[in-house]
């Protein structure tokens, strides 16, 4: 039997935000439509060569309860947090940071002006794991292994695994795969996706046609991708696009600012251990 193409199943366009100390941005997914997204939470595009759209960057501030995801396009950003990490995002590295019990982090552009480009991804945790140790890696594009494709193209494996090569970052919880796939234009892509994994594309460069859609993915769109074992994609033009897969958590799911966990009384608990110094 041929293997079942994921078809798109929904489409997310994006809406401008702010967030930080007034840094603006494109909010591709929000903790509302988390249960379609499980166990995604949220995604953001910041993207800007005005120096006034990000200068003022993201201060200190709390998290609790998932996982944050730093991939960088363009430009340079700097993370320090309260648990003593320090790290220097440039051009295709990334950073990933388990929240867990609680970090206070700030992440502060490291330029004056040019291009700020990059993408933040919230990813959940089940409830075993949101009260454990944070964690922290800083992965610099070199260490980011790829796989060169058939024909031209390629993928950064940044996560989970593609054509035998284990990506950058430690297995998570939820079997995330992150891949930052590349291709000419008119270049075929197809990928097995993990069963019962939960499916996100995200457009960065060009236009791809996605399974028997006809309207292409476009750069600044994210699009849920329905049951079906393959991924399969058709660059219109030279294209990038960030493909994200995660086995659901199918857990409830309260989140309230910068704190996502099972209940509101935790929520509430999150806040009040912030406001003490418990974190």
Request: charged residues 20%.
């Amino acid at each position: 039997m041929p293997a079942a193409i994921r078809e798109i199943a929904h489409r997310f366009p994006g809406r401008p935000a702010e967030d930080g100390a007034g840094v603006k941005l494109t909010r591709l997914l929000d903790p509302s439509q988390a249960r379609l997204a499980d166990p995604f939470l949220m995604l953001d595009e910041f993207r800007s060569e005005s120096p006034n759209d990000y200068i003022s960057g993201f201060p200190m501030h709390p998290h609790r309860g998932f996982e944050t995801v730093t991939c960088m396009i363009e430009g340079r950003m700097r993370h320090r947090d309260n648990q003593g990490n320090t790290g220097d995002l440039g051009p295709g590295s990334v950073q990933w940071m388990k929240a867990a019990r609680g970090i206070v982090h700030e992440e502060m552009p490291r330029q004056q002006d040019g291009l700020l480009w990059g993408y933040q991804l919230w990813l959940n945790l089940p409830a075993r794991l949101k009260m454990a140790t944070p964690e922290y890696q800083d992965i610099h594009a070199a260490q980011i292994p790829q796989s060169i494709l058939a024909g031209g193209g390629r993928v950064r494996i940044i996560a989970g695994t593609f054509a035998g090569i284990r990506g950058a970052v430690d297995e998570r919880a939820t079997a995330a795969h992150l891949l930052d796939l590349q291709l000419p234009a008119h270049q075929r892509f197809r990928w097995t996706a993990p069963v019962g994994h939960t499916v996100l594309l995200q457009g960065v460069l060009g236009a791809v046609r996605v399974g028997s859609a006809e309207a292409p993915l476009q750069a600044r769109e994210l699009v849920l991708l329905g049951p079906g074992s393959d991924v399969e994609l058709l660059s219109v033009t030279e294209a990038r696009v960030l493909v994200l897969s995660g086995q659901p958590i199918g857990e409830p799911i309260a989140a309230y600012g910068p704190f996502v966990m099972n209940s509101a009384d935790e929520v509430r608990q999150a806040f009040d251990d912030f406001r003490a110094g418990r974190f």
